[in-house]
């Protein structure tokens, strides 16, 4: 298994379009045995799904994202964990125990209203 977070400064970016880098964690048998932080050279957010597939990332931790990106994930076969933030590392620990809090509905429809397409500013996230 590996698992994608969208990644900055140790914690979870919120805005999955946006991201300039994933962490990718590379588990086996219910552990990470490494992970390596990976640019996404400005790919947005419909290249991304197909960065993370060739990256051979089959689960993904994000802040916000669109529909149009999740479809594109769902394509891809990557599982998405959304509406998650704080630290990288112990999302995907509590991913692997079991116990990860995320909300399957996330959703971010406002790209570029108010915020300057930054939803990290008020945790797009927590949208419902």
Same mark, same amino acid.
């Given at each position: 298994?590996?698992?994608?977070? +969208?990644?900055?400064?140790?914690?979870?970016?919120?805005?999955?379009?946006? +991201?300039?880098?994933?962490?990718?964690?590379? &588990?086996?048998?219910?552990?990470?045995?490494?992970?390596?932080?990976?640019? +996404?050279?400005?790919?947005?957010?419909?290249?991304?799904?197909?960065? %993370?597939? $060739?990256?051979?990332?089959?689960? %993904?931790?994000?802040?916000?994202?669109?529909?149009? $990106?999740? =479809? $594109?994930?769902?394509?891809?076969?990557?599982?998405?964990?959304?509406?998650?933030?704080?630290?990288?590392?112990? $999302? &995907?620990?509590?991913? %692997?125990?079991?116990?990860?809090?995320?909300?399957? =509905?996330?959703?971010? =429809?406002?790209?570029?209203?108010?915020?300057?397409?930054?939803?990290? =500013?008020?945790?797009?996230?927590?949208?419902?």
């Amino acid at each position: 298994m590996k698992i994608g977070v +969208t990644y900055e400064n140790g914690q979870i970016f919120q805005h999955f379009g946006h +991201t300039e880098q994933f962490k990718v964690y590379d &588990v086996q048998d219910g552990r990470v045995v490494s992970s390596t932080v990976i640019d +996404t050279n400005g790919s947005g957010h419909g290249a991304l799904a197909g960065f %993370l597939q $060739a990256h051979q990332v089959d689960t %993904l931790i994000c802040g916000g994202i669109g529909a149009g $990106a999740q =479809n $594109a994930l769902a394509s891809a076969g990557i599982r998405l964990y959304g509406g998650v933030s704080g630290d990288a590392d112990a $999302a &995907v620990e509590a991913l %692997l125990k079991g116990n990860l809090e995320y909300n399957p =509905n996330v959703q971010c =429809n406002h790209h570029g209203e108010h915020h300057g397409g930054n939803c990290g =500013n008020h945790g797009c996230g927590e949208h419902r």
